[in-house]
Each structure stands twice: as C-alpha cells, then as structure tokens.
C-alpha cells in the first residue's frame, strides 16, 4: 500500500531532551516535507526536501533540523525541545516539487513538551 | 503574497441535505487548488483538486467541488451529507507561476479549516 508513515504517533517530553520524528515513504517521492498544525493556523510548512541531500527552510523552521540521506525517510529533529514546540506534526511527500502534484500525508505525532 | 480563507470555523448540516465549505484564495499566476479532509486523530486525506480545465472537480467520498475565477473561490460540495462526513477540511493552495527559485519552497498553503458537522 502506497503510504507515508511517522513515529512515534504520540510523543510527550520534556524541553532540552533531544527527539526525532521519522518520516518513510514507498513512492519513490522526490519531495518531502515537514509541517506542523496548531489551532486557527492550519498547517505550516517547517522544513521540504527537494530530493537527497537536497533541504531548505520552510516558514516556521527555528527550532527544528531535517536530513535526507535516503530518498524514502526525511527526519525531523528536535535538538532542544520547548513548550512552543507542542503541536501536531505532518510529513508530506509528493511525486516532485511540480505545482499541480498532490502531496500525500502521513498520520501525523502529536508532541506534548513539558 | 498567496493566501487561502475559509470563512466559517464550522458547517452544520442535517444528514441527507446538500453541504457547502467555502474556500477563497489569492495567488499570483494560476491557481492550483487542494481539498484535504482530516478525520479525528488520524493524517490529512487528499479529497480532490484542481489544476485545469472543467470547473466542476469530482473527488472522492462523493464530493465535488466548484472552480470560480471571477470570484477566486474552490467552494467544496456534496449534494447529499452523511454523518460520516462530519471532520476538519482544509482548503489549501499550491505554486501559482512563480519559478521554484524566488521563494516559493513548494509548499501547500492551507486556510485555517472548516469543521463539518452532519447531524442525523
């Protein structure tokens, strides 16, 4: 089955404790992404990845780093969490970069940081 | 800059009526517009989308929706709700013909989301 997977589902941690969020997909996708989801904002973009090796800052990427070493995963990590930090986590990935290309979501980490 | 607007937070419908979520964008260039739905505790479903072409959109679930460039609307339809349909939409923007290398990272710009409610 085509799809984009993330762990963990359900994080909670405390600030400073470094974490990483996986991303897979079987797509053979060129382009990845991380957003994040908070009430009355909808979904931002944080970090993308236009192929291996190939990322670049988003909207909201203070805070975070990604790596694509494979094509398949793109990580996010979060080398000191804090409070602002809590929210609900999608990574995306669509076919290429192309405007008109759906992205296709994974089932989303909602991480708490005490 | 490119933008989305859903206007209502929330849509209430009675089960068997047609269903409305409204969406409005600005882009520069073309348009290319996305549904998503997202059930409780579960990932975005890509529901349709437009690119080109005919301005009524088919997806899926049953549910279609409207291109209008003079009023730049991507209004979502559905001529009879299910209760099942109850969930947060998300109307979302990509591109326009602004070249990859002047800032535009690719990304997906959603509205603040719809939630639908469909009451038996």
């Known amino acids: 089955e085509a799809q984009v997977t993330q762990n963990p589902r359900y994080l909670i941690t405390v600030t400073g404790k470094k974490l990483t969020v996986t991303c897979s997909q079987n797509m053979n996708h060129e382009y990845m992404s991380w957003y994040r989801q908070d009430p009355g904002l909808g979904l931002r973009q944080i970090y993308y990845s236009m192929n291996v090796e190939v990322t670049d800052k988003g909207d909201v990427p203070e805070g975070y780093k990604v790596s694509r070493k494979e094509k398949r995963n793109f990580p996010l990590i979060l080398e000191s969490p804090s409070p602002n930090q809590t929210s609900l986590y999608f990574c995306?990935?669509?076919?290429?970069?192309?405007?008109?290309?759906?992205?296709?979501f994974g089932p989303g980490t909602r991480l708490t940081v005490l | 800059a490119q933008s989305v607007a859903q206007p209502e937070d929330q849509v209430n419908v009675a089960e068997g009526n047609p269903l409305t979520v409204k969406c409005t964008y600005s882009v520069s260039g073309n348009p290319y517009l996305f549904w998503y739905v997202q059930y409780p505790n579960r990932g975005l479903q890509f529901l349709l989308k437009y690119i080109t072409g005919d301005n009524l959109v088919k997806g899926s679930y049953g549910f279609e929706a409207e291109f209008n460039k003079s009023q730049t609307s991507f209004h979502l339809k559905k001529p009879s709700a299910l209760v099942s349909d109850s969930a947060l939409y998300f109307c979302a923007v990509r591109g326009g013909d602004v070249p990859f290398g002047s800032g535009n990272t690719g990304k997906l710009i959603f509205g603040q989301g719809t939630t639908l409610q469909v009451k038996p």
């Open positions: 995306a990935s669509s076919l290429t970069r192309g405007y008109t290309d759906t992205q296709y």
